[in-house]
DNA sequence: TCGCCTGATAGTTGCC
DNA sequence: GGCAACTATCAGGCGA
């Protein structure tokens, strides 16, 4: 039964991945929506892709940020969670 | 009041996109999940993606030929709306 | 010597480049003119289009299909260059 | 034979535009090429890619200087070809 | 003829 | 570190 089981697997893996990419492409599309939305009231759809590259760099280097400052207070011993 | 109106909508259409993409970075982690988990099956992910690959292949054609077999009718004048 | 020869090289792939860019757009001319001469004669442009971009996915498919068959098997070891 | 002309030549023109089409998708594959073989002698294609489009802007711009001298040459009667 | 929209192309990121 | 998949941008074609 181990090819039975093993299409049955495979069955499961690909059902799964295509119900993925379907929730996926609704996504894109609403994100598109978004955009079109966007340009009808006049903004101009580059530039708000501008924006959200930039905050997305800037949630990334505090994130950074946050990561060093975690490395320090570790490697001195001064977090919360440590030594208990 | 209109520019704190569009700053407003500026900042709406901006926190909207950013939802969604993080619900879209989401569901590509979710995707590579099922691409990680079908390998510690045994499965190749090289192949189930082919499979994905080919099986939307087919869907495209399917809607490929409807949209074709739709222009000729159309072309022919034999669409069931024309004419009322 | 070396910066001159790479100058040299530069000026080569550059100059490359922008042939091969030229044939292009001259073939991208040549493909408009056959959808003008079609049209001229009576064809709708874009069913031809969408006969043509049928026949691409048609190929596509049968191609993904072979790469498909290869890659079974390959994974399942009865490839024929294997184990000499 | 309406039909079966028009079957002809709709079968010449998507013929002809396959073709057309094959030989614009080797030049791509000359060009990425090109790319290539640049990359291997240490070029970042990147900026190859900019030195391209700057010199067809450039192109872009001369012939639109052209154009405009070639404007109020005529429009001054100093074309050599006016008025044989 | 202009604006939109789809398809082609260039750039980026993640995998091997 | 190179390569391939994916994403975002751009240009050409179509319709109003």
Same mark, same amino acid.
């Given at each position: 039964?181990?090819?039975?089981?093993?299409?049955?697997?495979?069955?499961?893996?690909?059902?799964?991945?295509?119900?993925?990419?379907?929730?996926?492409?609704?996504?894109?599309?609403?994100?598109?929506?978004?955009?079109?939305?966007?340009?009808?009231?006049?903004? /101009?759809?580059?530039?708000?892709?501008?924006?959200?590259?930039?905050?997305?760099? /800037?949630?990334?280097?505090?994130?950074?940020?946050?990561?060093?400052?975690?490395?320090?207070?570790?490697?001195?011993?001064?977090?919360? /969670?440590?030594?208990?």
């Amino acid at each position: 039964m181990t090819q039975g089981i093993a299409a049955e697997q495979l069955h499961s893996i690909v059902t799964r991945i295509e119900t993925l990419e379907e929730r996926k492409a609704d996504i894109v599309g609403d994100i598109r929506d978004v955009y079109t939305e966007a340009k009808l009231n006049g903004f /101009d759809p580059k530039i708000i892709r501008q924006i959200v590259r930039l905050r997305k760099l /800037d949630r990334a280097e505090r994130e950074e940020q946050e990561a060093l400052l975690d490395l320090y207070t570790h490697a001195l011993g001064m977090t919360a /969670d440590a030594d208990l």
